[in-house]
């Protein structure tokens, strides 16, 4: 049952040296099977993993909402006064003449767009996505 020591590791002169070595020798094991079972645990590393995604997407996320932003301040600038006012003008016109039937429809359209805005971006992804594959066809 007892092996012979290895060369490279020094052998006990005294009981006490022995002890130590055995604490240390259970310490290692111990750190061994808590790699392998981490290793093991697949469920755990799928969550892991789902984490460290999620942490990537909300930093692209936050990049491109900067990005976004910056782009429409550019462009915004870019815009010429007197087409701002006429914008306006067009925009405040457009309300007075709206019969109130038709904000409110547009008003509880715009929440419900808010409110399934997941299912909205899935479906516009998956029609660009039906897009490119016809596009290749042809």
Known sequence: MTQPPHDDEPTASSPEELREQ???TRQELGQTVEALAGKTDVKARAQEKAAEVKEQAAAKAGEV???AARTAVQLEETIPDPVKDKAAQAAHLLQEKT???VRQKAVQGAQAARDHRIVLLAAAGAAVLVWLACRRKS
Request: zero cysteines; glycine letters at 0%.
């Open 65 to 67: 909402k900067a990005k």
């Open 99 to 101: 019969p109130d039937p």
């Open 22 to 24: 055995v604490e240390q």
